[in-house]
Antibody, heavy 114, light 112 residues
Framework: EVKLQQSGDELVRPGASVKMSCKASGYTFTDYAMHWVKQSPGQGLEWIGTIIPLIDTTSYNQKFKGKATLTADKSSNTAYMELSRLTSEDSAVYYC???????WGQGTLVTVSS | DVVLTQTPVSLSVTLGDQASISCRSSQSLEYSDGYTYLEWYLQKPGQSPQLLIYEVSNRFSGVPDRFIGSGSGTDFTLKISRVEPEDLGVYYCFQATHDPFTFGSGTKLEIK
């Protein structure tokens, strides 16, 4: 069974960074790309970017360049996303999704507040 | 960026009736390889989005045949025949033809 287990919810201060994880199981991690998606009440669903773990190649939505950094650890079958210089606009649920967005993690809620 | 316009914004349907959702794109979604990367997702309350339809009309594994996707170019439709209680939620169309990938703003399906 394909499963994407995301890390727990985060409460972070403005200006700080946060790094979240997405641990994959039930398939060969390097066989599929991993995408990250933001869901916020004001902006709906937004594609942030994609990482191809096999070759460590990333592509980003221009809107999130400089905000999000995607990495992957093949040894632990885990994808990561780091968000930097957080503001209230970054408060949202963040999802990882595999391949053709066929499987999604349960989401990580990030709340940016002082 | 490609804008996907979904209509209606919300839909109230009697159980057993048909529901229809439109998704109109600001650009053609046919890719140079001949495929059209238009997908449909359902997000049930409190859950992650789940894939229903990929490449316009292909049902994902386990999706009932009550869900029918159609369309081409810039105009796409999702029809749900014989609506059941578990169909409630927000439906999103999504395009992966053009960078950046984009989602529609969603259609909320409620059961009367």
């Amino acid at each position: 069974e394909v499963k994407l287990q995301q890390s727990g919810d985060e409460l972070v201060r403005p200006g700080a960074s946060v790094k979240m994880s997405c641990k994959a199981s039930g398939y060969t991690f390097t066989d599929y790309a991993m995408h990250w998606v933001k869901q916020s009440p004001g902006q709906g669903l937004e594609w942030i970017g994609t990482i191809i773990p096999l070759i460590d190649t990333t592509s980003y939505n221009q809107k999130f360049k400089g905000k999000a950094t995607l990495t992957a650890d093949k040894s632990s079958n885990t994808a990561y996303m780091e968000l930097s210089r957080l503001t209230s606009e970054d408060s949202a649920v963040y999802y990882c999704a595999r391949g053709r967005f066929a499987y999604w993690g349960q989401g990580t809620l990030v709340t940016v507040s002082s | 960026d490609v804008v996907l316009t979904q209509t209606p914004v919300s839909l109230s349907v009697t159980l057993g009736d048909q529901a229809s959702i439109s998704c109109r794109s600001s650009q053609s979604l046919e890719y140079s390889d001949g495929y059209t990367y238009l997908e449909w997702y359902l997000q049930k309350p409190g859950q992650s989005p789940q894939l229903l339809i990929y490449e316009v009309s292909n049902r994902f594994s386990g999706v009932p045949d009550r869900f029918i996707g159609s369309g081409s170019g810039t105009d796409f439709t999702l029809k749900i025949s014989r609506v059941e209680p578990e169909d409630l939620g927000v439906y999103y169309c999504f395009q992966a033809t053009h960078d950046p990938f984009t989602f529609g703003s969603g259609t909320k399906l409620e059961i009367k």
